[in-house]
């Protein structure tokens, strides 16, 4: 086996530890190691990527960001070019939510290569992961009354998935509906985990 293979595996071992008890935020709960491994492929499979950092740090992207990683601790493992892509990547999970989202867009454009490709794939990642998820009736119904109260709802998702849901819908929708002022709806508009 060639020494990126053993370098590649290492890496995708690591991010499995870390991520061992994360599921995803989909209805089926996929476990969480699905998506940087998906994300990575997605750079190798169809962008054609071969340069072994990029890879390991999409296999490694989120674990900063969502598990006890240090910078510092990949930094030791897997170098410094490693670590500095995935810290290009990580969110400040001090800040809100909103504010996250801002500075995503507000700092992509200063990105190095290396993190853009990470930072597009993941992005595609769980674009097609909105597409593939049906939403429960719950999230159907709790899309279309944030569309009613601020207009923010995911307009194009919504349409496509109405069709989908509609008559699972109708049965669901009355008892659902006693209960919406103790759920938070705002939750809903990313039922993937953007
Ligand atoms: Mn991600």
Known sequence: MSSESVILLETVNFAAEKH?????????????INHPIGVA????????????????AALLHDTVEDTDTSIGE????????????????????????QERKRQQVEHAPHA??????????????NLRDLNRCTPTA??????????????????????STTQ?????????????GANIGQHPCGMLLTPCRV
């Not at 492929?41 to 390991?56: A, W, Y």
């Not at 930094?75 to 070019?81: C, H, N, P, W």
């Not at 190095?112 to 990642?125: E, F, G, I, M, R």
């Open 20 to 32: 061992r008890y994360q599921r995803r935020k989909d209805a089926e709960q996929t476990p969480y």
């Open 41 to 56: 492929r997605i750079l190798s499979h169809e962008g054609g990527i071969t340069d072994i950092e990029v890879l390991q």
């Open 74 to 97: 990949l930094q030791a493992i897997f170098g410094q070019t490693v670590a500095r892509i995935v810290q290009e990547v990580t969110d400040d999970k001090a800040l809100s939510k």
């Open 112 to 125: 190095s290569q290396q993190a853009k490709l990470v930072k597009l794939a993941d992005k595609l990642y």
């Open 138 to 159: 719950w999230h159907f119904f709790c899309t279309a009354v944030l569309e009613e109260i601020c207009g923010c709802a995911p307009v194009e998702r919504t349409l």
């Open 164 to 176: 989908r849901t509609s008559s699972q819908l109708d049965t669901t929708v009355v008892s659902i």
